[in-house]
């Protein structure tokens, strides 16, 4: 590959979905064709994220004009001001006369996409010294850039991991000779919880609040609680699995369910990533475990429950009623789960299992995305599911709503993604696990054991 400095030319998809990723390019020159301009003006009305995201772009764009830009030598990318970036050295280009080119392989020579391809090309012609690079999040203009013999990429930058496996899991299997290798040096229990003092080895790399689990007769289910610099301290995890330590009559099936509960029970976590595909019982553990400390423990205020909106199939319409009432057909894992959770109750019969449903329902609230923005949670349990549809900038909206005393739960599968753009490791859930694993606050489970039943179990293997 050539060590020629690069020319970028972006499309619109790119700035719509990072409006700093004109400062993502280090020494390398950035070029803006007229239609992304256009497309950026058609796109800046209204109050989805998108929309958002562009009027930022326009922002920075009007940030580096200034006054007497001069836009034949290019803009030089400076810091936006009150952002925090690591700005490229390039600079920023727009079209400034008539680019195109008639080529036959292109198609429809009025179409956006096809307008981009076309500027690209006619770049490539009037300046060979430089490598020119389409970079768009649209994979089918990246293939026609391909057969036009364009060098085309995705957008790399908005990536939290260069591939999803290796994403952290929170968990760690032990191998037998573990406890060889780190004989506890102190060991003690406090509050009728057994802690041990472990060495730490100088090659081996702990997170807070990560699971450990050593299966056979030695075997051990613990967490880690502090990493020092060299030493660990470790504690033993509570056993949901039996009946007595039940959560709003919940027990955990595997070992994963089971160190998920001990990270939702705990009052001094204040964020959890539960990743799983369907049936591994992420929605009911967290509602099981925000119920036991909304109802019976009195942590929490109430429940605060919310998703993204993104259908699977055909859109439905319009929906009448109030905020709650439109979010109810897309809250059905939470009706769900409720009527598992009151049968689990298992309490008064009909009249006392119809009291329970009212008490829930006064205690479990509904909310919508759309109206988070500057919103602040005191003493709530917030449950984001369908985690894997958020930006990591709707991320950072919902995870900095959270007030004194909140704690918030993330659940999601990254293999079921149904928003435009967002990929594994582009999603905002990717992100929130690889950011907050060194934090002590934060624990996260990947559960892997479907437990919802044997069909189930079968279509998601064989379907």
Not at 61 to 75: N, P, S, T, V, Y
Not at 206 to 226: K, M, T, Y
Not at 243 to 261: C, K, M, T, Y
Not at 365 to 384: C, E, H
């Given at each position: 590959?050539?060590?020629?400095?690069?020319?970028?030319?972006?499309?619109?998809?790119?700035?719509?979905?990072?409006?700093?990723?004109?400062?993502?390019?280090?020494?390398?020159?950035?070029?803006?064709?007229?239609?992304?301009?256009?497309?950026?003006?058609?796109?800046?009305?209204?109050?989805?994220?998108?929309?958002?995201?562009?009027?930022?772009?326009s922002r920075f764009i009007g940030h580096l004009m200034g006054e007497g830009a001069?836009?034949?030598?290019?803009?030089?990318?400076?810091?936006?001001?009150?952002?925090?970036?690591?700005?490229?050295?390039?600079?920023?280009?727009?079209?400034?006369?008539?680019?195109?080119?008639?080529?036959?392989?292109?198609?429809?020579?009025?179409?956006?996409?096809?307008?981009?391809?076309?500027?690209?090309?006619?770049?490539?012609?009037?300046?060979?010294?430089?490598?020119?690079?389409?970079?768009?999040?649209?994979?089918?203009?990246?293939?026609?850039?391909?057969?036009?013999?364009?060098?085309?990429?995705?957008?790399?930058?908005?990536?939290?991991?260069?591939?999803?496996?290796?994403?952290?899991?929170?968990?760690?299997?032990?191998?037998?000779?573990?406890?060889?290798?780190?004989?506890?040096?102190?060991?003690?229990?406090?509050?009728?919880?057994?802690?041990?003092?472990?060495?730490?080895?100088?090659?081996?790399?702990?997170?807070?609040?990560?699971?450990?689990?050593?299966?056979?007769?030695?075997?051990?289910?613990?967490?880690?609680?502090?990493?020092?610099?060299?030493?660990?301290?470790?504690?033993?995890?509570?056993?949901?699995?039996?009946?007595?330590?039940?959560?709003?009559?919940?027990?955990?099936?595997?070992?994963?369910?089971?160190?998920?509960?001990?990270?939702?029970?705990?009052?001094?976590?204040?964020?959890?990533?539960?990743?799983?595909?369907?049936?591994?019982?992420?929605?009911?553990?967290?509602?099981?475990?925000?119920?036991?400390?909304?109802?019976?423990?009195?942590?929490?205020?109430?429940?605060?429950?919310?998703?993204?909106?993104?259908?699977?199939?055909?859109?439905?319409?319009?929906?009448?009623?109030?905020?709650?009432?439109?979010?109810?057909?897309?809250?059905?894992?939470?009706?769900?789960?409720?009527?598992?959770?009151?049968?689990?109750?298992?309490?008064?019969?009909?009249?006392?299992?119809?009291?329970?449903?009212?008490?829930?329902?006064?205690?479990?609230?509904?909310?919508?995305?759309?109206?988070?923005?500057?919103?602040?949670?005191?003493n709530r349990y917030l449950i984001i599911d369908e985690a894997q549809n958020i930006?990591?900038?709707?991320?950072?909206?919902?995870?900095?709503?959270?007030?004194?005393?909140?704690?918030?739960?993330?659940?999601?599968?990254?293999?079921?993604?149904?928003?435009?753009?967002?990929?594994?490791?582009?999603?905002?859930?990717?992100?929130?696990?690889?950011?907050?694993?060194?934090?002590?606050?934060?624990?996260?489970?990947?559960?892997?054991?479907?437990?919802?039943?044997?069909?189930?179990?079968?279509?998601?293997?064989?379907?």
């Amino acid at each position: 590959m050539s060590e020629c400095r690069r020319l970028y030319l972006l499309d619109t998809n790119v700035l719509m979905h990072d409006p700093t990723a004109l400062f993502r390019f280090a020494e390398h020159d950035v070029f803006l064709p007229m239609i992304v301009l256009e497309e950026l003006d058609r796109a800046k009305k209204g109050l989805s994220e998108v929309a958002r995201n562009v009027r930022q772009a326009s922002r920075f764009i009007g940030h580096l004009m200034g006054e007497g830009a001069d836009l034949e030598q290019g803009l030089a990318l400076t810091e936006p001001d009150g952002l925090k970036l690591k700005v490229g050295t390039g600079r920023l280009f727009f079209q400034t006369d008539q680019l195109g080119s008639v080529d036959e392989l292109v198609g429809d020579q009025s179409v956006a996409d096809n307008k981009i391809l076309l500027a690209a090309l006619s770049l490539t012609r009037r300046h060979p010294e430089k490598q020119v690079v389409l970079v768009s999040k649209d994979i089918n203009l990246r293939i026609k850039a391909a057969i036009h013999g364009l060098l085309a990429e995705d957008y790399h930058n908005d990536r939290a991991l260069d591939d999803l496996s290796l994403l952290y899991t929170g968990m760690r299997e032990l191998d037998h000779s573990f406890w060889d290798l780190h004989q506890p040096e102190h060991s003690w229990t406090e509050d009728g919880r057994t802690f041990y003092r472990i060495r730490r080895g100088d090659e081996e790399d702990w997170h807070p609040n990560q699971c450990l689990r050593l299966a056979g007769d030695s075997g051990i289910e613990a967490l880690v609680r502090r990493v020092e610099e060299h030493q660990v301290i470790l504690e033993v995890a509570r056993d949901y699995r039996r009946s007595q330590h039940d959560v709003w009559g919940i027990r955990a099936r595997n070992p994963e369910q089971n160190f998920a509960l001990n990270l939702l029970m705990d009052p001094q976590i204040d964020f959890v990533t539960l990743l799983g595909t369907a049936g591994t019982g992420k929605t009911l553990l967290a509602l099981a475990a925000g119920l036991a400390q909304t109802l019976d423990d009195k942590h929490y205020r109430e429940i605060i429950m919310t998703r993204a909106t993104v259908s699977v199939g055909d859109e439905i319409g319009y929906l009448p009623g109030t905020e709650e009432e439109k979010m109810t057909p897309w809250m059905g894992a939470l009706t769900d789960n409720l009527e598992v959770l009151t049968e689990a109750d298992g309490h008064g019969g009909e009249w006392g299992r119809a009291a329970t449903n009212d008490l829930l329902a006064s205690r479990i609230k509904i909310r919508s995305l759309n109206f988070m923005r500057g919103r602040t949670f005191l003493n709530r349990y917030l449950i984001i599911d369908e985690a894997q549809n958020i930006t990591p900038k709707q991320m950072k909206t919902l995870v900095t709503r959270a007030g004194p005393g909140t704690k918030i739960i993330c659940l999601g599968n990254v293999e079921q993604i149904d928003t435009p753009y967002l990929t594994e490791t582009t999603s905002g859930l990717t992100f929130a696990v690889d950011r907050f694993k060194h934090w002590p606050h934060a624990g996260h489970v990947t559960l892997r054991r479907g437990e919802r039943s044997r069909l189930a179990d079968f279509a998601s293997e064989a379907l």
